[in-house]
């Protein structure tokens, strides 16, 4: 099956702080997990993935965690800026290149 | 990204009228997704299609219809547009594996 997610809903953090978002997942199948950003009005974009035979990735401010046996996943930005407000979505891939989203977290960084 | 574009950007269309959104890429991507946005809702997968001439449901396909006779081209058509088809709609696609590219949406009001 295909589910999906996020907490919190809505995450404030002060300009220089870090902020996690954490998503669980119920498809014990998946092996792929995307990140997406999507600022207001626009397409989302994929930032970050990763795969179930690894267990952390980075990409200068960003990283994504992921731990199978718990069945859940990160991401983690460190050093926010007032561009990282957006709402962040994550995925799973439930076969078939198919993606299950979760319904997106809001994040806003305070100057 | 240019290499995927959606036409229209807007759309206001009467209730019982039929609608097509168009989607282009311009990649040769095998894959090809239609995805409704709404509020509370995140990302939901109404039909997508694994090449030319295959097309399968997602989630949501009721009211909806696709076709794929060309790789870059992936219509689709609501039959007799209801205004619970109010919505954003993505058009993405990719290569399989790997988390793929959205396009710049349409959004479609039904009145």
């Known amino acids: 099956g295909e589910n999906v997610e996020q907490h919190p809903s809505t995450l404030s953090v002060q300009e220089g702080d870090s902020a996690v978002i954490k998503c669980t997942y119920s498809?014990?199948?998946?092996?792929?997990f995307p990140w997406y950003k999507q600022e207001l009005g626009k397409r989302p974009q994929l930032i970050i993935d990763i795969r179930s035979n690894v267990g952390e990735k980075k990409d200068q401010r960003i990283a994504v965690t992921l731990n199978k046996t718990a069945k859940h996943f990160s991401l983690h930005i460190t050093e926010t800026q007032p561009e990282d407000s957006a709402v962040y979505f994550c995925?799973?891939?439930?076969?078939?290149?198919?993606?299950?989203f979760g319904k997106g977290n809001q994040v806003v960084v305070i100057p | 990204d240019a290499g995927i574009t959606q036409s229209p950007r807007y759309k206001i269309t009467e209730t019982g009228r039929q609608v097509t959104l168009m989607c282009h890429q311009t990649w040769s991507h095998s894959y090809m997704f239609w995805y409704r946005q709404d509020l509370g809702h995140g990302l939901r997968l109404i039909y997508y299609?694994?090449?030319?001439?295959?097309?399968d449901k997602g989630e949501v396909p009721d009211g909806y219809v696709v076709s794929r006779s060309k790789t870059e081209n992936f219509p689709l058509t609501l039959e007799s547009a209801t205004r619970s088809q109010t919505s954003v709609y993505f058009c993405?696609?990719?290569?399989?594996?790997?988390?793929?590219?959205f396009g710049s949406g349409t959004r479609l009001t039904v009145v």
């Open positions: 299609s694994a090449a030319a001439d295959i097309t």
């Open positions: 498809d014990s199948a998946s092996n792929y």
């Open positions: 993405a696609s990719g290569t399989g594996g790997i988390g793929y590219t």
């Open positions: 995925a799973e891939d439930y076969g078939n290149n198919r993606l299950a």
